[in-house]
């Protein structure tokens, strides 16, 4: 079936980087754009980042720009999320989630959600 | 602060209607698709409303959408027990170019 699942989320100091994985399965991954949303506790959701379905294209939340990167490889149908200089505040539930339409991504409309990595970012 | 604004809460007894705003400006709603999300705690969140108003298959017709200018709404009509969640919209924002939510509204049944 249709699915996303996270995975390299973990404990890691202020200042330290961690890498995310997203992987994807159950639909042509190359022909969707692939979001990144965080939750922290007792907040909200928050978009983080995009890539385009043939990743040449790549938009931030202005307090990540600069420090995290989105990359693809759609030959694993992979999504990887490069977290670097993590602060306090990045601690939180990371989704990644698909863009609901084909060879898109300025929706906002995201039909495939997975369950969710946890970060957090303590000394 | 949420770029789309929405009220933390909302609440009303089974079988009546909710309605949740969401307000935007020119360069979100205005220009672009609204989106509605469902989300219980422990969960992923569920799309609700794509489009501005259309349902994806499997979501119940008590959920419908509008928008209007800079403004939009959900309604959730004959509110059932299982619909005890947080809902959030969402658009495109041409100005920051990146996607923005409303902070959420808790939906509670009383």
Same mark, same amino acid.
């Given at each position: 079936? @249709?699915?996303?699942?996270? #995975?390299?989320?973990? +404990?890691?100091? %202020?200042?330290?980087?961690?890498?995310?994985?997203?992987?994807? #399965?159950?639909?042509?991954? !190359?022909?969707?754009?692939?979001?990144?949303?965080?939750?922290?506790?007792?907040?909200?959701?928050?978009?983080?980042?995009?890539?385009?379905?043939?990743?040449?294209?790549?938009?931030?939340?202005?307090?990540?720009?600069?420090?995290?990167?989105?990359?693809?490889?759609?030959?694993?149908?992979? +999504?990887?999320?490069?977290?670097?200089?993590?602060?306090?505040?990045?601690?939180?539930?990371?989704?990644?989630? &698909?863009?609901?339409?084909?060879?898109?991504?300025?929706?906002?409309?995201?039909?495939?959600?997975?369950?969710?990595?946890? @970060?957090?970012?303590? !000394? | 602060?949420? +770029?789309?604004?929405? %009220?933390?809460?909302?609440?009303?007894?089974?079988?009546?209607? +909710?309605?949740?705003?969401?307000?935007?400006?020119?360069?979100?709603?205005? !220009?672009?698709?609204?989106?509605?999300?469902?989300?219980?705690?422990?969960?992923?969140?569920?799309?609700?409303?794509?489009?501005?108003?259309?349902? %994806?298959?499997? @979501?119940?017709? &008590?959920?419908?959408?509008?928008? !209007?200018?800079?403004?939009?709404?959900?309604?959730?009509?004959?509110?059932? #027990?299982?619909?005890?969640?947080?809902?959030?919209?969402?658009?495109?924002?041409?100005?920051?170019?990146?996607? @923005?939510?409303?902070?959420?509204?808790?939906?509670?049944?009383?």
């Amino acid at each position: 079936q @249709v699915q996303l699942e996270e #995975s390299g989320g973990g +404990v890691v100091q %202020p200042g330290g980087s961690l890498r995310l994985t997203c992987a994807a #399965s159950g639909f042509t991954f !190359s022909d969707h754009a692939i979001h990144w949303v965080r939750q922290a506790p007792g907040k909200g959701l928050e978009w983080v980042a995009l890539i385009w379905y043939d990743g040449s294209d790549k938009y931030y939340v202005g307090p990540v720009r600069g420090r995290f990167t989105i990359s693809r490889d759609n030959a694993k149908n992979k +999504v990887y999320l490069q977290m670097s200089s993590l602060t306090l505040e990045d601690t939180a539930l990371y989704y990644c989630a &698909r863009d609901r339409s084909e060879h898109g991504g300025f929706g906002g409309a995201f039909d495939v959600w997975g369950h969710g990595t946890l @970060v957090t970012v303590s !000394s | 602060q949420s +770029v789309l604004t929405q %009220p933390p809460s909302a609440s009303e007894t089974p079988g009546q209607r +909710v309605t949740i705003s969401c307000s935007g400006s020119g360069s979100n709603i205005a !220009s672009n698709a609204v989106n509605w999300y469902q989300h219980l705690p422990g969960t992923a969140p569920k799309l609700l409303i794509y489009g501005n108003n259309r349902r %994806p298959s499997g @979501v119940p017709d &008590r959920f419908s959408a509008s928008t !209007s200018g800079t403004s939009a709404s959900l309604v959730i009509s004959g509110l059932q #027990s299982e619909d005890e969640a947080d809902y959030y919209c969402a658009s495109w924002d041409d100005s920051l170019t990146h996607v @923005v939510f409303g902070g959420g509204t808790k939906v509670t049944v009383l």
